[in-house]
């Protein structure tokens, strides 16, 4: 018998900081009416060095206090957490934490789309050290499209360009020109690039002014909107378990002041938060 909340609820959004924001503006855009809890561990941010296990324990402890709080769905809005958390969770947690409650991530809606977007099979991958040496993009894409190839570049310094609201200004412009000139030096016949990061977004303008005009820019929110919202029309006992007011509610391991500071980088309005402790 699960001892989580049974009641309708939001669906849960988790990030390991803000970049998920970038997300959640995403299907909110396509999916309004429902309620949304937003979950950032901005305390604990990056996850995109650490360890495959501390990422897995980092991600369970969230999406734990995500069910606490009566989410009966939860969206892994990080890359780190999907590519090094999300499988032990889906196979080995749910079914003792709660086996009616679902986590889902952000790489399998991106793999999914990928083949419509290629046409020379040769694809680009920008992400975290995290994400890149985890190697969850070309492995879930060889399954579905084994005759893709996929090179990826790990771009270190990106997201704390962003986070210090550093990337608009001309110094990004360097590591952003910097990584995608060794990512084309890797494999010449790559006709689209995934941002495999959910903070990659912010430096669309940049990352567009240094790729090749024939090449796709594929950013991750659309295809994890799009991905949910069949989802929810396919599973109707998940839909029917999450509320419909239009509202959103935030929350932060960090202190209040910081997080809505940062967060205004990437909603480009206020909002208001509150802070949670993860156990």
Not at 97 to 117: C, F, K, Q, S
Request: with cysteine; hydrophobic share 40%; net charge neutral.
């Amino acid at each position: 018998m699960s001892v989580f909340p049974s009641v309708p609820a939001p669906i849960g959004v988790f990030d390991s900081g803000y970049g998920g924001l970038t997300i959640l503006n995403e299907i909110r855009s396509l999916l309004p009416q429902y309620d949304y809890i937003y979950l950032g561990d901005n305390a604990r941010t990056p996850y995109g060095s650490r360890s495959f296990d501390v990422v897995y324990e980092y991600t369970l402890q969230s999406v734990r206090k995500l069910f606490e709080m009566g989410c009966h769905l939860v969206i892994l809005a990080c890359n780190t957490a999907s590519a090094k958390a999300l499988r032990n969770i889906q196979q080995h947690d749910l079914p003792f934490m709660d086996a009616n409650r679902r986590v889902l991530g952000v790489i399998r809606p991106t793999v999914e789309r990928i083949n419509e977007i290629t046409q020379t099979k040769h694809v680009g991958l920008l992400g975290t050290l995290g994400t890149i040496q985890s190697e969850s993009y070309p492995l879930e894409i060889k399954k579905i499209f084994p005759d893709i190839t996929v090179v990826g570049e790990a771009c270190p310094l990106w997201v704390p360009l962003i986070e210090n609201n550093e990337h608009l200004n001309e110094g990004a412009d360097y590591f952003v020109r910097k990584n995608l000139e060794q990512l084309l030096r890797k494999d010449a016949y790559i006709d689209s690039i995934v941002l495999a990061c959910t903070h990659y977004p912010l430096l669309l303008a940049k990352i567009k002014k240094y790729t090749p005009q024939h090449i796709s820019i594929i950013s991750q929110g659309k295809f994890v909107a799009l991905s949910l919202q069949d989802y929810l029309q396919r599973h109707t006992n998940i839909e029917s378990k999450c509320t419909k007011q239009g509202k959103v509610s935030y929350f932060t391991t960090e202190s209040v002041d910081k997080f809505k500071s940062s967060a205004s980088i990437f909603l480009q309005s206020e909002i208001d938060a509150s802070r949670i402790t993860l156990l």
